[in-house]
């Protein structure tokens, strides 16, 4: 079976350099590096990390307390996840009194800058994103109690009334079309609201990508990354908006090699929190099946 690989599928820069400094650190620290809430969305990847001694503490959405004993606080390095977080619980964190080290992806710093100045200036804050994912419930700690989350119209038609003056932005994984549809509607509600589109590279290359996978002839689109893992999911669901048979799978081992024979060609995505390890595997697998021809 051919398969087209895209050129984006897997680590972004920002997840990247999240991982390297997390290693970087547990290599220096003898191997006890704790991150707040789970580096990245991807159960292969973090089972790796573990194995060379960096532990998750905290959870998904970094809100709780950390139980952490006086041994980990002394001897451990604490690592702030590519989503970021809010002033909060970065000052939370710090008062721990542990070795401090932020990972945050500066592309998601940008859109705190832009919300925390907007905040300065009395503006309200709209992003467009999932409110309960972590990097939104960090971004709206920037906005000083000014900040909504809309996902949709009714979102949109459901905001307040708002003096001194309104900003929208984007949680850095959304879909570009939505954002630019949602944010001609915020426009039509509040002609003076400035729009900032804050959509990171890496997410607009990987949905352009996606779109050149079907140009290219893919007939079905594989697309890999963890279940829980919401740009993957995102993923998934813009292949089937391009009306082809879509599969989300975490490794090789859930290709079903009699399905895929059916196809001559597939295009292969991936999440930005998928290793290249799992995606080279997937290539691999779908290579090796060979495809049968349609009856005629
Ligand atoms: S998806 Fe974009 S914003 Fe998020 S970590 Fe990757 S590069 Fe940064």
């Known amino acids: ?5 895209a050129k984006s599928a897997g680590f972004c ?25 789970p580096l990245i969305h991807n159960s292969q990847m973090m089972e790796k990390l573990e194995k060379s001694g960096v532990r998750e503490v905290g959870d998904y959405t970094s809100e709780k307390e950390l139980q ?12 702030v996840r590519a989503h970021g977080i ?71 038609e459901a905001l307040p009334e708002m003096e001194g003056g309104v900003a929208m932005v984007s949680q850095s994984t959304m879909f570009v079309h939505e ?19 804050t959509i990171c590279g890496a997410t607009k290359e990987r949905q352009t990508d996606l779109r050149k996978l079907v ?6 689109i594989i697309v890999i990354g963890g279940h829980h893992s919401a740009n993957t999911r995102k993923l998934a669901k813009l292949a089937m908006e391009h009306d082809r048979p879509t599969y989300h799978i975490e490794t090789a081992e859930q290709i079903n090699p009699q399905i895929m024979s059916q196809y001559q060609t597939v295009g292969v995505t991936a999440g930005a929190s998928t290793p290249d390890f799992i995606i080279d595997s997937v290539c691999k697998t779908l290579r090796g099946i060979e495809p049968v021809p349609a009856e005629a």
């Open 68 to 79: 952490l004993s006086e041994e980990d606080k002394k001897s451990s390095v604490l690592v």
């Open 1 to 5: 079976m051919k398969v087209i690989r």
């Open 13 to 37: 820069w920002g997840v990247e350099r999240a991982i390297k400094i997390a290693e970087n650190y547990a290599e220096k620290n003898s191997g006890k590096v704790l991150t707040d809430g």
């Open 86 to 156: 809010s002033p909060e619980r970065r000052k939370y964190l710090k008062n721990l009194g542990m070795e401090f080290r932020d990972a945050t992806c500066p592309d998601v710093g940008v859109i705190a800058g832009r919300i925390k100045a907007g905040a300065r200036k009395g503006k309200n804050t709209v992003v467009f994103g999932d409110p309960k994912h972590p990097e939104v419930i960090g971004l709206l700690g920037y906005a000083g109690g000014r900040g909504y989350v809309v996902q949709n119209e009714e979102d949109i």
């Open 215 to 220: 140009q290219q002839g893919a007939e079905a």
């Open 179 to 197: 954002f630019q549809r949602l944010s001609d509607l915020l426009r039509e509600k509040y002609p003076e609201a400035e729009i900032y589109d």
